[in-house]
Nanobody, 120 residues
């Protein structure tokens, strides 16, 4: 049984910073892919940043240069350092991980989300 738990969300003024953390518990194996998504009110969920084993991180155009994604703890802990935050960054941020417990199928896990609110 695998669970992802996010933390670090909150209220911050424009131009400020937050660091989100995503921790896996009860993992049956390493996630070969992890990512942060976000969903703003009235909008669909979108990919913010992602990384997979053996590759460099990728970023959405809207956050590139401001956000930095990193992994540690056997690649099952994911961080998102968010700098120069804008009101447009306001959303619920979700952690996502994909593992391969068997050769037949992947396992995708979602966290419950953490709210980031950026005031102008």
């Amino acid at each position: 049984q695998v669970q992802l738990v996010e933390s670090g969300g909150g209220l911050v003024q424009a131009g400020g910073s937050l660091k989100l953390s995503c921790t896996a518990s009860g993992s049956i194996g390493r996630f070969y892919k992890m990512a942060w998504y976000r969903q703003a009110p009235g909008k669909e969920r979108e990919l913010v940043a992602g990384i997979r084993s053996g590759s460099t991180a990728t970023y959405a155009d809207s956050v590139r240069g401001r956000f930095t994604l990193s992994r540690q703890n056997a690649e099952n802990t994911l961080y998102l350092q968010m700098n120069s935050l804008k009101p447009e960054d306001t959303a619920v941020y979700y952690c996502n991980g994909v593992a391969r417990p068997t050769v037949e199928a992947d396992l995708e896990v979602w966290g419950q989300g953490t709210l980031v609110t950026v005031s102008s």
